[in-house]
């Protein structure tokens, strides 16, 4: 036995002597491999947060960088849900989780990217159960398909890997506002380098290419990263997008039915792509860094590889794109025409009065491009408008911002009346005499102009912006009424009191946990003394129906009577800057 060994060790010193130079470098060969290997497999996710008390959604969670990012959460105490097309499998991988991660706390629920109805459907059940969304991990995707269609009739990789996840997202933003600091993670790819969005021919109908209609979907999911981070400053919510590294993974399981016969010289390169390809454990990790890392709370807006921020293409930059793709978005989802609590309104309106004359139409005065669609439709529909009443609004606001980037108060309240009001002033002048009512508040009293900071870019004061823009609306209507002096148009303000309505809607999620002591004393002191909605709306029908007022214009009301206001409300000097400053803004000239 010895000296078979000692006569095998002596073969395999002769045979690497005589063949030193092939064993060296089968020997460098290996060790350089090993390290391409390890350089390869990129980033790793060294954050040890924990993630105790947070709710979890993951999309495409039943398999690859999805499922292995539920492993990892799940390990770190998350309540994980899976959010997936098919069920059984997502049950599979559910129950493998619970059980190699100890956490019982992972559930499944059906979502079906390519169909709008079940996106609607999956929210509506994750809003009415869910007290809390902490991360939301937009992660399915589909790539290389034949030109295959959603349920609604989109190309299917737009339709999946950025529609579905536009219109989720938007509809669980209430959610995570209200769960903040709350994360949205968006997983693109390199591919979008290559991508470019054809919105001539956005579903690829004209010409249709596998891989172009990939890219195209992976740069629109950073160009909705970078617009909606925009959208989100202040609020908590924090939203980044990330390329996960080429590895195996089911995304590429379209490519021998999309490219057939023609795919078939590829298979040898398949031991390549093994050797250099990340495993799904490996590309999990920038998605999980981003779901957890905590020197990452408020970074918001940016782009990662390999658990680091980098570089986008200048496609991916471009702001317009984003806001263009946004609208586009909207359009195509229907989140635009959601007029579902307006037509209900409008029902209990009828049912109520008898009159069937009562109508609705879409108006967002947080979006210009809404107002001039709804002025463009009024203006060639209705061969007449007699009373403009600019009533809608909002109070005490996170430093959100509009859909053109101005401070959210400042645009609602005013800006958008103003763009609105003077997009209507000919129909208005050819109904004289006619009447604006613009409902402002006594909260004027305590706001200022402030034409250096107009947007609140150094300091935002919740309060502070809310009475800029009411007495915004005063400045507006004086100088509304002085240009409009003699054309059989009237122009009032008011005051409607205090009122219990929706305008402090988002007063918990603007103060958090400090508003919380001031929720039992403001219930009772609101109930008792504070107006209801019917005796808040009669200074505004006084403006409108009294035949006394008909020649009256440039006054402020509260309680029915005229009132005065106060002493910056007056300065026409800043009432005619204000002007020109808002016709900029909106883009109106004279």
Known sequence: MASNYFELTGNIVDFTRAHCTLVLSAVAGGIGLYFLRKYCAGGVCRSPARLDGKTVIITGA??????????????RGARVILACRDLTKAETAASEIRKSTGNGNVVIEQLDLASLASVRTFATIINEREPKVNILINNAGVAACPQWKTEDGFELQFGTNHLGHFLLTNLLLDKLKNSAPSRVVIVSALAHVWGKIDFDDINSETSYSPIGSYCQSKLANVLFMRELARRLEGTGVTVNALHPGVMHTEIGRHFFTTFGWAALPMIPFAAVYYLFWKSV???????????????????????????????????????????????????????????????????????????????????????????????????????????????????????????????LQFGTNHLGHFLLTNLLLDKLKNSAPSRVVIVSSVMHEWGKIDFDDISYEKSYSPIGSYCQSKLANVLFMRELARRLKGTGVTVNALHPGWTRTELARHLATTFGWASLPMVPVAAIFCYMFWKNAKQGAQTTIHLVVDKELETTSGMYFSDCLPCDVSPLAKDEATARRLWRLSEEMVGLTE
């Open 281 to 407: 454990k490996q590309g999990a990790q920038t998605t999980i860094h981003l779901a957890v890392d905590r020197e990452l709370e408020t970074t918001s807006g940016l782009y990662f590889s390999d658990c680091l921020p980098c570089d986008v293409s200048p496609l991916a930059k471009d702001e317009a794109t984003a806001r263009r793709l946004w609208r586009l978005s909207e359009e195509m989802v229907g989140l635009k025409e959601d007029l579902t609590k307006a037509e209900t309104a409008a029902s209990v309106i009828r049912k109520s009065t008898g009159n069937g004359n009562v109508v609705i139409e879409q108006l967002d005065l947080a979006s210009l491009a809404s107002v001039r669609t709804f002025a463009t439709i009024i203006n060639e529909r209705e061969p007449k408008v007699n009373i403009l009443i600019n009533n809608a609004g909002v109070g005490a606001t996170p430093k959100w911002v509009t859909e053109d980037g101005f401070v």
């Open 62 to 75: 039943n398999t690859g960088i999805g499922k292995e990012t539920a492993r990892d959460l799940a390990a």
